[in-house]
């Protein structure tokens, strides 16, 4: 491959990322919006479209059941929070989702080379585990808010987050990249 055409490969795979994410980011944010009555409310949008609602609930429930099997007894007290029974609580505004990361994997995945299939599965895993990685954070917040200590590392909970979200991100985007490579002549998909 050419230099000219190793650049224009490369610029259209970054105009196809930053589209996707755009798209996704954005279009995430416009739904948020659209489904709730404060903003530019659609009633169609907030019954069929509020993804963001599904996942905040998914994370909730999630959070509760974990923090139960570790012995701690939890509650769901509205749509936004999940506390100890007779405790303290967390609430999961929109920037506890994880839209952002979710959405740069989504971007890298589909931007890049491979089967629809195989894309598929990509994005599917990467969120997943995106969605594991917050349901422990949220977890470990929620215990060490109401045991009054402080988050592993001593890192503010979003930050924890982030940290271990990029962290597999990059591991699954080097993996993701491998998957596309030769070997012994034969290309994996």
């Not at 795979?13 to 009555?37: N, R």
Request: proline share 3%; hydrophobic share 50%.
């Amino acid at each position: 491959m050419t230099p000219t055409n190793h650049s224009r490969n490369l610029l259209i795979y970054l105009l196809k990322f930053l589209a996707i994410f755009a798209i996704t980011y954005y279009g995430t944010l416009a739904i948020e919006g659209l489904a709730t009555p404060e903003n530019l409310y659609s009633p169609f949008v907030q019954h069929y479209l509020d993804y963001p609602s599904w996942l905040r609930s998914s994370l909730l429930h999630a959070t509760k059941w974990v923090v139960g099997l570790l012995g701690h007894d939890a509650m769901i007290p509205d749509n936004f929070h999940v506390k100890f029974v007779g405790g303290r609580g967390v609430q999961l505004i929109y920037a506890c989702l994880g839209v952002g990361v979710s959405c740069f994997w989504l971007a890298f995945v589909v931007a890049n080379k491979g089967t629809w299939l195989k894309k598929m599965y990509w994005v599917l895993g990467g969120i997943l585990a995106i969605w594991i990685i917050n349901v422990t954070r949220i977890s470990l917040f929620l215990i060490s808010v109401n045991n009054n200590t402080k988050m592993p590392l001593g890192m503010d909970n979003h930050d924890f987050f982030d940290v271990l979200a990029y962290i597999a991100i990059f591991g699954l985007m080097f993996l993701y990249d491998r998957s596309g490579r030769k070997v012994d002549g034969v290309k994996n998909v």
